[in-house]
């Protein structure tokens, strides 16, 4: 078996052997794939469109990759379930992966994207915590996230509460910094996606109001990110913003808690003492 795969695509040809393994024995796989966009992210992100482009469009081994899997849906594949950030990938891919549904926003999977408040009781209790220790809001820090506008139930960042949990559980007290540190990584990505001036005016608009009226895109391409309604759905992707109710015909998109703003005010920071930099250096020319 492993002298049969193809050394330039070995993930691609593992799965045309476990195709014909399943269809021996009469079975079905059940392909699970976490954060499929990540490297897809981590390069849009860095402004390496051509690495993106060249992996996931034509001839790419992305794209090979998941065309390979909607082919074994005609027999060995019986469901395909995949997780990740945004829909980006998933449209560049175009007739290569055309059978998925986005489930982000269906309303009927609004809960499953988060803990609501029962499910963090419940974990509360099942962790032994005593609730005389969550001396601050949790709710303001953590909760707040709502996908679909006629959806009942707001939900919890999972990382965000299991966090703040952890650390009491551990120490038993409440942690000194009451928000996750792997939060700059959003922080991070979102500095580099905001390199061109359209996308940055839309985040200062955002922090001035706190929110911003637009849809939200179900599909869109990397060539479209600086398009304001395409830029302000991967936020909501990213979990950046979140929607809190329907307006005139548009959703109206808030930054779902105190934890989110943070990531924000930052960016905002670093963009005052960046521009700082740059008068001090202009001014530098004159003397």
């Known amino acids: 078996m492993i002298r ?23 079975r079905k796989i059940f392909v699970i794939i976490d ?10 992100a860095m402004g390496v469109d051509a690495i993106y482009k060249k992996q996931v469009r ?3 081994i992305v794209r090979d990759f998941y065309e390979t899997l909607k082919i074994g849906t005609s027999d060995a594949v019986g469901r395909i379930f995949i997780t990740g950030i945004s829909p980006v990938m998933i449209d560049d891919l175009t007739s ?51 996908f679909h506008k006629d959806a009942s139930l707001r939900a919890y960042n999972p990382t965000m509460i299991l966090y703040f949990l ?8 409440i942690p000194e910094e009451i928000i996750d540190d792997n939060l700059k990584t ?15 005016e839309t985040l200062l608009q955002i922090i001035r109001d706190d929110g911003i009226y637009s849809e939200i895109k179900t599909k869109f391409s990397i060539d479209n990110l ?51 930099r740059e008068v001090q250096l202009n001014l530098s020319e004159w003397q």
């Open 4 to 26: 049969n795969i193809n050394e330039t695509q070995p993930g691609i040809a593992v799965l045309r052997i476990a195709y014909d393994a399943a269809n021996d024995v009469g």
């Open 35 to 44: 954060e499929y966009d990540h490297f897809a992210n981590d390069l849009i």
């Open 58 to 60: 034509a001839n790419g």
């Open 96 to 146: 290569g992966f055309n059978i998925a549904s986005n489930l982000t926003v269906d309303e009927h999977y609004n809960a499953m994207l988060g803990f609501t408040q029962e499910e963090v009781d419940t974990l509360i209790k099942a962790t032994g915590v005593d609730k005389k220790l969550i001396t601050v809001n949790i709710q303001t820090y953590y909760d707040g996230y709502k």
């Open 166 to 173: 952890n650390r009491i559980v551990k120490s038993g007290k």
């Open 186 to 200: 959003d922080y991070g990505r979102l500095q580099r996606l905001t390199m061109n001036r359209e996308n940055r």
């Open 226 to 276: 600086a398009d304001t309604g395409h830029f302000v759905s991967l936020l909501f992707y990213m979990g950046l913003l979140t929607i809190d109710k329907a307006d005139r015909g548009l959703l109206w998109l808030k930054i779902p808690n105190y934890s989110i703003r943070t990531i924000y005010w930052e960016y905002l920071m670093q963009m005052i003492a960046d521009t700082n």
